[in-house]
């Protein structure tokens, strides 16, 4: 259960370990509570991996030079998964998001996952939507 002083994304606790225009890095250390009752990591928190990454991969700001209200907000308008290989019960995971193309309004992404060992777990391709600011 998310903790209520919490929104979704800081329970999940993932990483940003790069960001620049165009694709995005992220990592995730898997915890107990990412498991499904079969003791290996719900596809679910696979799923919201692929979305956050691909969505971010269009979304970038410096937050050096932009202040928070001329950041870029977008909502996710269709995602595809695919499943390639079961995922560990623990570790750390890479998650990469690369923006494919758009436009003014609607953007383009692929993302993947990949275990400590290189090998892919997931991949996911999006299509999001840049919200007014």
């Known amino acids: 259960m998310i903790p209520h002083n919490q929104n ?12 620049d225009p165009g694709s995005v890095e992220l990592t995730l250390s898997i915890r107990p509570d990412h498991l499904n ?5 719900h596809g679910g928190v696979l799923c919201s991996l692929l979305d956050i990454a691909g969505g ?10 932009q202040a928070k209200t001329e950041r870029r907000r977008a909502v996710t308008i269709s995602l595809t998964t695919h499943f ?3 995922s560990p019960s623990q570790g750390i995971l890479k998650i990469t998001g ?5 436009g ?12 400590e060992e290189n090998k892919l777990l ?12």
């Open 122 to 133: 997931a991949k996911g391709d999006g299509t999001y939507r840049y919200l007014d600011s």
């Open 8 to 19: 979704y994304n800081e329970w999940l606790g993932h990483q940003i370990t790069r960001w």
């Open 56 to 65: 971010l991969a269009g979304l970038f700001h410096d937050h050096h030079q």
């Open 37 to 41: 009752t079969l003791g290996i990591l």
């Open 84 to 86: 390639i290989h079961q």
């Open 98 to 102: 690369q923006q494919l193309g758009g």
């Open 104 to 115: 003014r309004r609607v953007y383009f992404s692929t993302a993947q996952i990949l275990s």
